[in-house]
């Protein structure tokens, strides 16, 4: 188990402002419910008279009833989000992938037309005017990949604008696209 990762993700939640938002919506409730529906429905003919008998007869359970409910909310709501997003937390990582990447990472269609982009390569694809697969692989080598629609890795390409070589990887999708993964090679 991976302790800073969850003491992350606490932390995370602990300063989301919409933790305490709803801890205070439930709790209020919880209390309005205890405090005074419950006396309300047994009879008390004033709530509020029962809730300050209370005070007056047990103030330390008094009060610690009222904050139970809403560290309880608060609690339950940290536990929630932080189980899910640890449960997540590959699918999370994969995410952003393509926008953490300083290589180029894409996603096209077989005709070579982009669909998918991270931020880094967007703009190296604006900046030497990229807006196909062919027109960083080359029409050849695209064609092959789209002909041979399984993974291959260790291809090596030459991208003449940068005046860069990149190692190929790519993979085909389950909905017929296909995601290239490009590596800059030292020069």
């Not at 405090?35 to 103030?59: I, K, M, S």
Request: proline share 6%; aromatic share 12%.
């Amino acid at each position: 188990m991976d302790y800073r990762h969850l003491q992350r993700l606490v932390g995370e939640k602990f300063r989301d402002q919409s933790t305490y938002i709803v801890a205070l919506i439930v709790g209020t409730l919880i209390n309005a419910y205890g405090q005074l529906l419950v006396p309300w429905f047994r009879g008390a003919a004033d709530p509020f008279v029962a809730l300050a008998a209370e005070f007056d007869l047990n103030p330390g359970l008094a009060l610690f009833s009222i904050f139970l409910a809403y560290a309880f909310p608060l609690c339950v709501g940290v536990y929630a989000s932080v189980a899910t997003r640890y449960k997540g937390r590959r699918f999370e990582s994969v995410a952003d992938f393509p926008d953490r990447k300083p290589d180029p990472v894409f996603r096209a269609t077989p005709d070579g037309r982009i669909v998918e982009v991270g931020a880094t390569t967007r703009a190296l694809f604006e900046q030497y005017e990229v807006d196909s697969a062919q027109a960083i692989l080359g029409d050849d080598l695209w064609q092959e990949i789209v002909s041979k629609r399984a993974s291959t890795c260790g291809r090596n390409i030459y991208f003449d604008p940068e005046g860069a070589s990149y190692a190929l990887s790519h993979a085909p999708t389950n909905n017929e696209e296909i995601n290239i993964y490009l590596t800059r090679l030292p020069v």
